[in-house]
């Protein structure tokens, strides 16, 4: 069974870092291109990272570039989003999402991030 | 990176169809068929629809079909039911390598 589970969510000022994880289980996660997508609680889905297989092909939102890292470690199956720089403006529940042929197909339970002093 | 346009609302009555139309203001959205259709139930993760503009995946109801003319992509829910009612994201693949999300509709069941 295809699994994504977020954690790192958390409280954090304005002007702090945090890291997200994804882990996942029941497929090869090393085949696969990933995806962070974020909601603000009442608001719609916006879409924030994509990062391949290898890592050698990383694109961003332009809300998120230059603060947001995206990276892996396919030996522990694990997606990341560093997070630096962080707004009020960046809360939102954050979601992993498997990408097969550009769309997403499995998505994690989302891990909440709020950002307020 | 602007969203999507996506009605807000659409209703309609158990076993009536509904459409949810999807227009982007670029070319950028006409020169691939990379639509999907995301279903959100509230609290919970988006689930795939639709992808590819009109395929189904395993398991989603053939009640649930897709389809785009030019730069207007559409969901369209048959014998709509309970069930159904439920935010509908849609989001296509760009010619920058990046993905846009639609504004979201939330479907209501009379």
């Known amino acids: 069974e295809v699994q994504l589970v977020e954690s790192g969510g958390d409280l954090v000022e304005p002007g702090g870092s945090l890291r997200l994880s994804c882990a996942a289980s029941?497929?090869?996660?090393?085949?696969?291109?990933f995806h962070w997508v974020r909601q603000v609680p009442g608001k719609g889905l916006v879409w924030i990272s994509r990062?391949?297989?290898?890592?050698?092909?990383?694109s961003y939102a332009d809300s998120v570039k230059g603060r947001f890292t995206i990276s892996r470690d396919n030996a522990k199956n694990t997606l990341y989003l560093q997070m630096n720089s962080l707004r009020a403006e960046d809360t939102a529940v954050y979601y992993c999402?498997?990408?097969?042929?550009?769309?997403?197909?499995?998505w994690g339970q989302g891990t909440l991030v709020t950002v307020s002093p | 990176q602007s969203a999507l346009t996506q009605p807000a609302s659409v209703s309609g009555s158990p076993g009536q169809s509904i459409t949810i139309s999807c227009s982007a203001t670029s070319s950028d959205f006409g020169v691939n068929n990379h639509v999907s259709w995301y279903q959100q139930h509230p609290g919970k993760a988006p689930k795939l629809m639709i992808y590819d503009v009109d395929y189904r995946p395993s398991g989603v109801s053939s009640r649930f079909s897709g389809s785009k003319s030019g730069n207007t992509a559409s969901l369209t829910i048959s014998g709509l039911q309970a069930e159904d009612e439920a935010d509908y994201y849609c989001n296509s693949y760009t010619t920058s390598n990046t993905y846009v999300f639609g504004t979201g509709t939330k479907v209501t069941v009379l």
């Open positions: 990062i391949s297989p290898d890592e050698r092909t990383i």
């Open positions: 029941g497929f090869t996660f090393s085949s696969f291109w």
């Open positions: 999402a498997r990408d097969l042929f550009a769309y997403h197909d499995y």
